[in-house]
């Protein structure tokens, strides 16, 4: 698959560019299985010097570990769910108000 990145995307009205969701490889974990970079079907990663490197970070579906479980050794992480939950609140939070040009809630 050739890897590009993903434009214009949203996760529930946040841009998909301001969501730092994306997998992180401890290489010292790392046995180079490449499972990671086989399973993935966005172009999150790629083979560099033999071993998976992500180069589109931003293509990984929001909220989405499943390659997390599928690394055999665990050298795969993505951020909490506590993450995600405070972008929710922030949003909600900064939505109030904006529903229309003449909202009485300002």
């Known amino acids: 698959m050739e890897s590009s990145q993903i434009k214009n995307n949203k996760w529930?009205?946040?841009p998909r560019s301001s969501i730092d969701w994306y997998p992180t490889i401890d290489k010292n974990k790392c046995i180079t299985c490449l499972i990671c970079v086989k399973f993935c079907k966005k172009g999150v990663f790629t083979v560099s010097e033999n071993k998976p490197k992500v180069i589109n970070?931003?293509?990984c579906?929001?909220?989405c570990r499943g390659c997390d479980a599928k690394c055999p050794v665990g050298a795969i992480s993505h951020?909490?769910?506590e993450y995600l939950s405070e972008l929710l609140k922030q949003k909600?939070?900064?939505a109030v108000g904006d529903c229309c040009s003449t909202c009485a809630i300002k």
């Open 12 to 14: 529930f009205g946040i």
């Open 92 to 94: 909600s939070e900064n």
């Open 57 to 59: 970070p931003k293509n």
């Open 61 to 63: 579906v929001v909220g």
């Open 79 to 81: 951020p909490s769910d």
